[in-house]
């Protein structure tokens, strides 16, 4: 047995070790947690994979018992047919850029809300923060038709490729600025402005160069809800557009099993292409998107 030596004289040491039965269990408990993340994950994957398949495979080859798991080789006919009967690269474009001038107008309105709610002091600041996260209650189905007649007061209804009643609407809405107003407030202190303001920085200037660069996570969290959000949106857009060359791709989707209901590769096939761009966006921000939900358990720890 080993000694240490102590001020107060030479004292054993006691050497613990790990006794095989505890580590067996560990090993033991660790495997069955890996195998049934790896299932879930299997479970999760299974219809992504499916749909991929089916896009490659006619109708006649994928309602079969047992259904396929490997991709046909009516890829090609699936991809002309869905070129034939709709804009579909137009369409993609359409919802590309609807979606990603959108969110990037929810990040700048939001954030800056959200600080100016986090770091200002102003007569009803409270009053006027419980009134907008009020608003949160009421069914967005609730506003279509006022929206509908203000968009129609407004000239944004009229002439073709006027996609400002997609875009303009809820830029500066209650969720974002409630959930960077949380984040900034407990990310950026008092002090650091304080200091930023000792040295001649305006205040667009400490939100632009000081407040941005830190909630960087929280920006990527809400983009990624943002984008998938305004992606996936379908009945405001059914209600605005009028021309097929103008639609989105949910609603352009949707006119296809009136095209080819008995072909549901051809369905799967623009699905499958179209939630490329949202897990596309997902990879490129999920380290952050990460970090930004945990933030706030890891302050509050």
Same mark, same amino acid.
């Given at each position: 047995?080993?000694?240490?030596?102590?001020?107060?004289?030479?004292?054993?040491?006691?050497?613990?070790?790990?006794? !095989?039965?505890?580590?067996?269990?560990?090993?033991?408990?660790?495997? @069955?947690?890996?195998?049934?993340?790896?299932?879930?994950?299997?479970?999760?994957?299974?219809?992504?994979?499916?749909?991929?398949?089916?896009?490659?495979?006619?109708?006649?080859?994928?309602?079969?018992? &047992?259904?396929?798991?490997? &991709?046909? *080789?009516?890829?090609?006919?699936?991809?002309?047919?869905?070129?034939?009967?709709? &804009?579909?690269?137009?369409?993609?474009?359409? *919802?590309?850029?609807?979606? !990603?001038?959108?969110?990037?107008?929810?990040?700048?309105?939001?954030?800056?809300? =959200?600080?100016?709610?986090?770091?200002?002091?102003?007569?009803?600041?409270?009053?006027?923060?419980?009134?907008?996260?009020?608003?949160?209650?009421?069914?967005?189905?609730?506003?279509? @038709?006022?929206?509908?007649?203000?968009?129609?007061?407004? !000239?944004?209804?009229?002439?073709?490729?006027?996609?400002? &009643?997609?875009?303009?609407? =809820?830029?500066?809405?209650?969720?974002?600025?409630?959930?960077?107003?949380?984040? @900034?407030?407990?990310?950026?202190?008092?002090?650091?402005?304080?200091?930023?303001?000792?040295?001649?920085?305006?205040?667009?200037?400490?939100?632009?160069?000081?407040?941005?660069?830190?909630?960087?996570?929280?920006?990527?969290?809400?983009?990624?809800?943002?984008?998938?959000?305004?992606?996936?949106?379908?009945?405001?857009?059914?209600?605005?557009?009028?021309?097929?060359?103008?639609?989105?791709?949910?609603?352009?989707?949707? *006119?296809?099993?009136?095209?080819?209901?008995?072909?549901? !590769?051809?369905?799967?096939?623009?699905?499958?292409?179209? @939630?490329?761009?949202?897990?596309?966006?997902?990879?490129?921000?999920?380290?952050?998107?990460?970090?930004?939900?945990?933030? =706030?358990?890891?302050?509050? *720890?």
């Amino acid at each position: 047995m080993a000694s240490v030596t102590t001020p107060e004289g030479v004292v054993p040491r006691v050497e613990t070790h790990h006794t !095989g039965a505890i580590t067996m269990r560990d090993r033991i408990n660790s495997a @069955i947690m890996y195998i049934l993340l790896t299932l879930l994950a299997l479970l999760s994957i299974y219809p992504f994979w499916w749909m991929i398949v089916a896009s490659t495979r006619r109708s006649a080859t994928i309602l079969t018992a &047992p259904p396929p798991m490997l &991709p046909g *080789s009516a890829l090609g006919l699936n991809y002309e047919q869905l070129l034939a009967q709709l &804009p579909y690269w137009r369409n993609t474009i359409n *919802s590309v850029g609807v979606a !990603g001038i959108h969110t990037i107008l929810v990040l700048f309105f939001c954030s800056l809300g =959200g600080y100016a709610f986090a770091k200002f002091r102003f007569p009803g600041r409270d009053r006027l923060f419980g009134l907008m996260l009020a608003t949160m209650m009421i069914p967005g189905v609730l506003g279509i @038709i006022p929206s509908f007649m203000l968009m129609r007061w407004l !000239g944004w209804l009229e002439g073709a490729d006027n996609y400002l &009643p997609l875009i303009i609407p =809820g830029v500066a809405n209650a969720f974002g600025i409630f959930w960077m107003r949380q984040y @900034i407030a407990s990310a950026i202190p008092d002090d650091l402005m304080d200091a930023a303001r000792i040295d001649g920085a305006h205040e667009f200037g400490i939100y632009w160069k000081i407040v941005l660069p830190v909630v960087t996570p929280a920006l990527a969290a809400l983009a990624i809800f943002t984008f998938m959000g305004k992606w996936n949106d379908f009945f405001w857009p059914l209600i605005v557009l009028k021309d097929e060359i103008d639609y989105t791709l949910p609603v352009a989707l949707a *006119s296809l099993p009136n095209l080819y209901s008995n072909e549901i !590769g051809v369905q799967l096939l623009g699905a499958t292409i179209a @939630i490329a761009p949202v897990m596309i966006v997902f990879l490129l921000s999920a380290r952050r998107f990460m970090a930004g939900l945990t933030a =706030g358990a890891v302050k509050g *720890s």
